[in-house]
Structures are given as structure tokens and as C-alpha cells.
């Protein structure tokens, strides 16, 4: 059985900081299907459209009857366990600093045979098991196999560890605690083991209600942030940048309305200057130590959790400025992904429906309860997906969303008139 | 049914020679299949532009084909091959070469392989070996083979209660057949407990059931009988060959390969039985595929390789004679070559040519090719069957 992780000790600060490393990257684009799958968190295999064989490794055409039309579906993993062996030597850096490594070769009862990384608590073969698809470090898609069962701290796993972001004895900032979501995703992290929880908040002058109850959480340490002030994100970094393992940046700046009800720029820019230009310097200040701690021990910095909207996907025209300004944040944050990546930082986009709150007061329900989104982050940070659609009213908009954009457009459209 | 396949009447093999292995070398693969293809014109007393047909294998040729290969070398030729099938190219090639002697399409075809090693060109091979082994084996942390290997050997050994001491056994006897083989780099004797005492690398495989990746070219000559007796070159005749690539696909995990589909074919094209075997060269990556093809091949049925291996003993004067050089696991694996090295060494020991200890009387040869472990398994298999001279027809 796992045994539970413990506080790592202080770092020794005379010891180097090892240089993050990654698993091979390289991937054919038909095998980019399993990642784009797994992003969202789920496992997905070609599926043969006229024949129904699954297929793995991903393919071009089918391996029983030579058909081009593979679709990828979503497969619930179960298999046995026909063989496993424990790494003691690899040609690629990652897993010479990470040996033992364990591995499994598992046939799936929809048919194919895997290789996949082998939890912990695995029985030996033959035995059933569970296999899931995770991002690892390198954020491509790569299969783990888990007990059939959940076991007593099976999140601690060494290996499980390399593919998720949990917050457990991690130090984590928060960038706007003071709004109803901030605070619930304070508590959450706290409750979830972090180490360290950095509250952040601007404006000390405007009191909102229950944040001062955050200061009384053992971990949580209040911290002036405003990230429109570049000065004062420069700042902040400079405070606590070289500790932060996990950013989340829950600042947002939402107001209703699209381009006829207002006259002038400066809602318009007050949401730009908070949702695209305050990621853009927390960006600026804070990634560059979090790329150099990639590797640093048991908790290094893994992850970057950026607060979007589902509007980010398709502008939804009754709050047109707010979808637009989510829009350029969503762009930023593939641009911050592929600079975080070589350093095996995950960036996660956090894609809610409308959140229950003022600004959304318009909108009929169901609408997602802040604790609810806090927690959905909490889940993301400890699977293995780097897109997460919280809500039902997300879920709805990207089923269409990803069925057809144009008609989802016509749809958003018509809800503005 | 198909039609029965013709024999190799009157085509012969030979001329083995051996560019001498390295671990590491600064040369590219042109100077170790130039070198081969030197010391095999040298050994059969020909100049360059007697060769008519070539058949090239390797791993470290990029971007060249076997068709640079022609100009770089400087030869004109009228029939030519590339076999990219790692442990299987040697019996490919053979069988290749041959039916061109046979028909005419070439008089004189030099079968070459060989690889150059730098220090991280294994590791750049392997992440690109193929699309399944990029995609879905080498970003698991695995290099190349041995996870898969690991796999099949935990599998083999819990299915047919195979021990570690069988698959050690096997590695003393071609450890003790490598010290008077002169190519082979491993120069030292190997004990049971340093075989099961080694250093983990997948488990349940340890140091000594892997290969060690080196530099080096071996090559043979396909000719017309009279030819070979022309240039008076001591020659084996082929009795016999198959080759099978993807076989048993539905298997989950690999424990026999494409010889059990083909062997019954394999004999009775050479009207031998697998009692009559001389000498026997295994392809031998791993021992476990040595105790698979032992098997495969007729010499003991499924699952009774740990005791077959129990009952036999392997060295140039053992019961079986298995892999006389020393093998892979002794000589070293130069890439390609690998796919060579068995198959030369029966040429050796059939025509009186052996450079180490000398199987006494050998009159039949067996040679078997396993390679290229696309995904999860090998793909290819391969054996040939040859004969010394004045043996049967």
C-alpha cells in the first residue's frame, strides 16, 4: 500500500536545484488524439466506424478491415494486468532520476493490449486493473494503470505524482481571494494539504464579507496583490516568486453589456487590464522562477491554474466586452503553456459556466456555486487533465461548441435579441 | 494449398567475415559496411566489380538508403536490397539473395550489416525506432527492448516455470563459447551467481540477459555453386528457409513467434528434423527468445524450453550446440549485424571456417532471425537451414 507523503523537509538551500527534465515528447499527430483527450480528462481510443474494433497504439486505418474512419471513444479502461516489470535503467534522463519505475503491460477488455505506467498498488499479474489517461510532465497523453479498487493514499504514488499537480504539502498562491470563488478556493486548498496558501487581494479599502475569516486558517497568509499595478505584481514576486509550486489566478473583472449599451472604453479596458493584462504580468513575473523549479524536489512548482470563462470559447454577445477580454486571456494562456512546458508546469484553463454571483444575477440557472468551482480546481489539480469545463451550462456549450462552433455562435447570437 | 516452394538448388552462401566489434566508434555505418564488404572480396579473392547484387541492412545509415550505399562504395549494380528487419535481416537477406542467384537476376550478391555507436546514438535510435515504439512504448521511460522483454520473460517464466538459472545457464554456455571466439568483447568468464547477482535493469532481467549495443559489420556472399567452386571458396548449401512477420496477432503477449507457424514447412523442405541439427544459432537478444525458438523450432514442445535447457548443455562440445561464438549476449550487438551474427557463425562452422571453438563433425546447420519489436513484440522470425558441402541434398 501507498504510504502517505510526508512534509519534505526545509530545502537546503546549498544544494543545487535540479535542472526539470522530461519524458520523451515526441508524438505521431494521429497519437495526439489520445492527448487531446486526456487534456479534458478522459481516456479515449480509436474506435473503427464500420467495424467496431478498437485500436491502439492510435493508427491511421483500421487493423481489422483497413477502414480510414477511426473515431475517438471514450473507453471505461478495465483490463488485466498479464505482466509488469520494475525499471532500473533508461536512456532518457527523466526516468534515470526517477528509477525504480514500474510498468505494466495490460490487455483491455475492449480488445487492445497497453503498455502503461503501474501504480504502486497494483497487484502482481495476473490481476485486474484500471486504466486511465493522464497528461504527464511533458503534457502528452501517456496510460496509467491503478488498482480496480481505490486504496488508502493512493494519490501519494510516486509515480501517479508525476502526472497529477496535487496541492498536498505544496505552496500555492491565490491571486483574488477576496471574492466569494477566492475565498472558496482558499479554504479548498487549505483543505486539501497544501502547505502554504498565499490569499491574495487588492483595494484593502473595500471590505467584502468573510474575508477576513481566511486569516484564521492555520496555512493561509494574507497577501497584497493588484494585478493591474505591474509595480505591485513585480513586487509580490519578488516577496514569495521563487516559492509558489501552484499559481491560481482567480482574478476577474466582469461586467454585462456587449458594444450598443455602453459608450466609450473604459470597461471594456478595466476587463482587459485585469483578465488579459494582469495574466500577462503575473506572466511576466512569476513564471520564469516557476520554470526554474520544475524538478525541485517532492514539491516542486507544477502548476498554473488560469480562471477563464466558458464565453472565452464563443463571445456570448449579452456580455460581448467580458467574452472578449476571456478570449485574449485563453490565447495568452496557450502561449503560457507552450513557454511552461519545457519545464513540466502544467497550465490549467478553468472554463466555468456562469458562476452564481452578481454579475451573472441575469442569467437563469443552473449556475455554479463558488465553493463548487473551487472544488472542480481542487479535482483538476489532482487528475491528470489540463482543460476543465466546470458546470452544466459549460458542458452544454462545448458539447455544441465542439460539435459544430458556427452553430453555436447562431445559438449565442439569438440569446442576445 | 499453396504450390510447393522451390529448392536452392545449386545456390550456395559463402565467405563469412566479421569487421571486428566495438563498443563506441567515431566512424559511421558507411566505414562498417565499407569494411565488410572489403574483407568479403578479400576473403572470396574478387574485385569489386565481380559483385553484382547487394543486399545492405542498418540502423545508423540515415539518411542513406542502400542506394547511396552504391555510389559512396563506387559500385555498378544490377540487383539491389535494403532489408530494415534488425534481428531477422540476416535469413532475409539470405533468402533474398538467393532466389536472385537462382534465377539469374544476379551472378554474385553480398549480403552486408553493420552499425557505427556513439555514446547516445542507441538512445536516438530508440526514440524514433518506429511510430508504435515513439508513440506508445518510449515515452513509458523504457528504452527499446528491454521493458518489452521484461514483460515477456515475467510472463514465460510464470507460465512455464522457467528460472532464472535456465536463462543463466544459457549465458555461461555462450560466455564459455565467446572466450575463444576473438571478436567477442566479453572477454571473461561468466559465473551463475555474477548472472543472478548482476545489476537490475527491468525486472526480472538483470545485466547479463541484455545485450550490450556495439559498432561492427558481419556479410556473407550468395554465388552459383560452380562459381564458389571456381573461385575455390569453401561453401554451405541452403536447405531450407521461412519467414514470417506479424504472427499470432490476437496473442496478448508474446510466447512464441512466427517458426511455430512455419517449422513443419522449414523441415520438410530440408527433410531433416530438428534431432539432425549440427550446431544451432539463436537469436539471442534476450535468453528468454533463445528458450522461445528452442521450442518454436521443434527441438522441445511449448513450455518445456526451462527443462529442455536443464537436459542439454549448449557449449561448442555440448548436446546442443547453441550460438558458438558466443552470441549477442557475449559478442555484442552491432545493430543490424545482430541479424548476422548466428547466421554467419554456422557458415563458419559448416564450411571449417570457425574462428573460435569448432562444433566436431557439424554437417547441418540451423540459423534463426528475430527482430524488430515494433510495439509490443517482435514481428519478424526466420530461420534458415544450411549444409556443409557433400552433405544431404
Known sequence: MTRPLVRPPRKNPMLKTRVPTLPPPGRSRVALGLTAAAARGRFELQVCRDCATVQYPPREACRACLSQRLDWRA?????????????????????????????????????????????????????????????????????????????????????LREMT????????????????????????????????????????????????????????????????????????????????????????????????????????????????????????????????????????????????????????????????????????????????????????????????????????????????????????????????????????????????????????????? | MSRRRAAYDEVVVTAPVTVPYVRYSIHGAHWFLAGALAELLKHAGLSKDKIDGLCVSSFTLAPDTAVGLTQHLGLTLRWLDHIPMGGACGIVALRRAARAVQNGDAEAVACIAGDTNHTDSFRLNLATFSQFARDAVYP??????????????????????????????????????????????????????EYLEARLIADPLRLFDCVMPCAG???????????????????????STIERHNAFPDDAIQYRGGWALDRDELYAQAGIGPQDVDVLATYDDYPVITLMQMEDLGFCEKGEGPDFVRRNTFTVDGSLPVNTSGGQLSVGQAGAAGGFLGLVEVIRQLTDQALGGAVAGARIGLASGFGMINYDRGLCSGAAILAASGGPS
Open chain 1, 75 to 159: 473507453q471505461d479502461g478495465a483490463g488485466e494486468l498479464l505482466s509488469e516489470t520494475t525499471l532500473w535503467h533508461s536512456h532518457e534522463l527523466f526516468y534515470r532520476e526517477r528509477i525504480p519505475w514500474r510498468l505494466g503491460m495490460v490487455r483491455l477488455d475492449c480488445g487492445p493490449v497497453v503498455v502503461a505506467h503501474l501504480h504502486g498498488d497494483c497487484t502482481a499479474a495476473p490481476s485486474r486493473v484500471r486504466v486511465r489517461a493522464a497528461l504527464d510532465r511533458a503534457g502528452q497523453a501517456t496510460l496509467i494503470a491503478l488498482p480496480q479498487k481505490d486504496t488508502p493514499n493512493m494519490a501519494d504514488d510516486r509515480q
Open chain 1, 165 to 417: 499537480c496535487d496541492p498536498k504539502f505544496r505552496k500555492v498562491l491565490i491571486t483574488d481571494a477576496k471574492t466569494p470563488l477566492g475565498q472558496a478556493t482558499v479554504e479548498a486548498i487549505a483543505a486539501a494539504g497544501a502547505d502554504l496558501v498565499w490569499a491574495g487581494y487588492g483595494e484593502p479599502w473595500k471590505k467584502t464579507r468573510g474575508f477576513d475569516r481566511l486569516a484564521s486558517i492555520p496555512q493561509v497568509s494574507l497577501l497584497p496583490l493588484d494585478l493591474t499595478d505591474s509595480r505591485a505584481v513585480r513586487d509580490a514576486a519578488g516577496e514569495i516568486g521563487g516559492r509558489v509550486d501552484i499559481l491560481i489566478n482567480t482574478a476577474d473583472y466582469h461586467r454585462i453589456y456587449g458594444i450598443a449599451a455602453r459608450n466609450g472604453l473604459e470597461t471594456a479596458r478595466a476587463e482587459m487590464d485585469m483578465n488579459y493584462f494582469g495574466l500577462l504580468r503575473l506572466a511576466q513575473e512569476f513564471a520564469p522562477a516557476m520554470r526554474g523549479r520544475g524538478a525541485d524536489g517532492q514539491s516542486s512548482a507544477v502548476a498554473w491554474v488560469n480562471l477563464l470563462s466558458i464565453f472565452a470559447l464563443s463571445n456570448f454577445p449579452p456580455h460581448g466586452t467580458y467574452s472578449a477580454s476571456k478570449a485574449a486571456a485563453l490565447s495568452l494562456a496557450q502561449c503560457l503553456r507552450a513557454e511552461l512546458s519545457p519545464a513540466g508546469v502544467r497550465v490549467i484553463n478553468v472554463f466555468p459556466g456562469p458562476i452564481d454571483d452578481e454579475w451573472n444575477q441575469l442569467l437563469p440557472p443552473p449556475k455554479i456555486v463558488p465553493a463548487r468551482l473551487a472544488s472542480d480546481i481542487v479535482d483538476a489539480l489532482r487528475g491528470g487533465a489540463e482543460d476543465i469545463y466546470p458546470g452544466d451550462i459549460a458542458q452544454e456549450w462545448l458539447a455544441r461548441w465542439r460539435d459544430n462552433p458556427k452553430t453555436l455562435e447562431r445559438e449565442l447570437a439569438a440569446a442576445s435579441r
Open chain 2, 140 to 193: 513509458y521511460g523504457s528504452g527499446g527492448a528491454n521493458a518489452s522483454f521484461a514483460f515477456l520473460t515475467g510472463y514465460y517464466m510464470r507460465t512455464y516455470g522457467a528460472k532464472r538459472e535456465d536463462f543463466g545457464k544459457l549465458c555461461i554456455a555462450q560466455r564459455t563459447n565467446a572466450l575463444k571466439f576473438p571478436y567477442a568483447l566479453m572477454k571473461k568468464p561468466l559465473t551463475l551467481d
Open chain 2, 217 to 239: 559489420a558481419d556479410a556473407f556472399l550468395v554465388l552459383h555453386r560452380a562459381q564458389a567452386e571456381t573461385l575455390g571458396l569453401p561453401y554451405a548449401r541452403i536447405l
